[in-house]
């Protein structure tokens, strides 16, 4: 914990001079240690001189930021309409079974590249027009 | 030998970092540029102005020495390319993203330093008579909003730039930030000397970290160039709400991106009460030409009727020719998605196509003589919104995808208001129970206790429907933004134009239709 209070309040700091700074700073941490838990809202909260409810609300609504961290690599599927229409949802039932337990599937929707999907984000890295081979090698690498 | 290819979040996704690699090893000069936005040809390589696309690795020799049959020929010239109207894009493929050089070089800085000669009211004036309307999805002109916050008298103003491009088939946002990152500061450097603000935010969502690094670098490369003027980019934390404009500053505010009620407009209360401009991407990235010398005027000359200037429209989905085709307001439906997009991609027909992203109406191809201008599309029950154009062939499943407007808007709601938040739910299970054939009482409205649950054979599909309906009634009249208010559009559409992906192949009705023999 103690470690922890003071990377958060590094964070914190860092973002002390921005307007507005509950966004950035909720996104350093979930960065930080791939989840906003309950200590981390309690100690935002009393940095920004707010309560934990509104700290807790603000990050229980952004599906960006999650309670627990989940330390499996993520691959994220574009559903959206224009995945859609060019086949994801026929690709799902194997990429389930490829991912299993080692990797987390999440939906997202749209990444901006819908002339060309079905579309995949690992990181910061994009995958675009993937067949089921496409996809499949997208899930094995991921880590 | 110069070697051009672009950077494009969509190039890189499909492997151009790997091919430009490959030519530099070879010893070429590689430069990274922006996409031309033809992205069936991505990774599309330059050499001399003549493209080679869409290439792999295995072409780059045969691309070298000339005998690649991936050969297009000259790309400007391209029926794609030549066909447009590119003025918001009309750097695209032809610069370096983030090159201050480049940018001066196609006239970059002209509109800012000429807004700065000419002051406040006269840039008014003259987004005024551009005739300019919002990008973003409602198309409220924006010289009128421009005016609102000049004329508010307060000590901080702010100019907003809505980079939250959440909807489904849209991606000029994203190429307009990745490839010609200037003109969208530029865009914003004139809104501020337009109303008197010095501080810009561009809140951009976090599903594009591409566009968000270059917006940063090229923000750090110009800041000298804007000054007085700031600007800062913020990033979205996966909510498609706050693409709405007052969910929008909420979460910069650092709040729960919940809608606020209108009164007071954000022109007059906005970004921490402050009177605040919020723009679309491409409206501000409008700005620089109609600023420049007689580019008012131009804009105001291209169109039609109320629809002023051009449109860049995004080709998406299940089509054969996808990408971004910029032209002026009036293209018919049938022109951009059979001629220009040259059909499916698949090959089959065309069965619908959505326009305006998740909000928008399904349109069946009997209407593709519509042209597009906003009030045509009202007129329609349609949306242009951000001038997505989703294609669907005939595989697809309306029914399905009436259901996943439902439960998109069930999954995205903000929760301020009842007809979206419940509605949305109670839509999806409604849809669900039209396609198993209807609703059957269930055992607990069955026991004598539930005296008032009827207890007859429950309700068939018509009925059913008839309480879908009334349900997007209730969403269309009772929500209090777009979210909720427009998701009945792709429903009913849906369901007017497709009734048997709801109930059924009309020749064996026999196993959908509702069994009463147990109630
Ligand atoms: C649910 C919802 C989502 C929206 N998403 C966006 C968006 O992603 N980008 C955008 O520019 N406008 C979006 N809008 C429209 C904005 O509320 C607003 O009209 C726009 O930012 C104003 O800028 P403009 O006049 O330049 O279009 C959305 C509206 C709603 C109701
Ligand atoms: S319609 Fe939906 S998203 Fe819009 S304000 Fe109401 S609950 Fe929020
Ligand atoms: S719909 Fe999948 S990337 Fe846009």
Redesign the interface.
Known sequence: MGSKEQKIGEIIADHKT???????I??DIQAEFGCVDADSELIVAEA?NLSRAEVH??VS?????HPTADNRPVVQICR???????GVESLMAQAQALAGDRVKLST??????????P?A?VG?T????LDAAGLAQVIENAR | MIIRISDD??A???GADAIAAAFAKKGHEVQRTSSWGM??L?PLVEVDGKGFGPATLADVDAILDGSSAKAIGVIADHPFIAGQERLTFRRAGRTRPTSLEDYEATGGWAGLRRARQIGSEAIVEEVLQSGLRGRGGAGFPAGIKWRTVMQAVAPQKYIVCNAD???????A??MLMEGDPYALIEGLAIAGEAVGANQGYIYCR?????AIAKLNEALRLCRDIIAPFRC?V???????VCGEETSLLN????????VRAKPPLPALEGL?GRPTVVNNVLTLAAVPHILSEGGAAAYDGLGMGRSKGTMPI??????KH??LYEAAFGITLDDLINTIGGGT?SGRPVKAV?VG??LGAYLHPDQFDIRFDYEEYTKADALIGHG?I????DT?DMGA?AR?AME?CA??S?GKCTPCRIGSTRGVELIDRIRAGGRQRDRLELTPQMHNARKDGGRGQDQEIALLTDLCETMKFGSLCALGGFTPYPVMSALQHWPEDFTGPPEQPAARVLDTSNA
Not at chain 1, 80 to 86: G, L, V
Not at chain 1, 108 to 117: K, P
Not at chain 1, 126 to 129: D, G, P, S
Request: aromatic share 12%; glycine share 14%.
């Open positions: 921005q307007e507005g700074a509950m966004l950035p909720l996104h920004l609300g603000v609504f952004y599906h960006d930021f959206a309409e224009s995945c859609k229409a060019r997202v929707y749209c990444l901006g590249l819908c002339s060309a999907g579309n984000r910061d994009l995958h675009a027009r | 979040a969509l890189r996704a499909l992205h069936w991505e491009e959440g909807d489904s088939g849209t991606f946002d994203r976090s599903e594009y970290p591409d800062e913020r990033m979205g934390a996966g909510a498609y979460s910069l505010e650092g709040r729960r991106g919940e921490f995004q080709l998406a989905g299940n089509i996808g990408g991609e959505q992203g998740p997505g989703t294609v669907f062939d697809a995808m996943f998109f999954a995205e903000c």
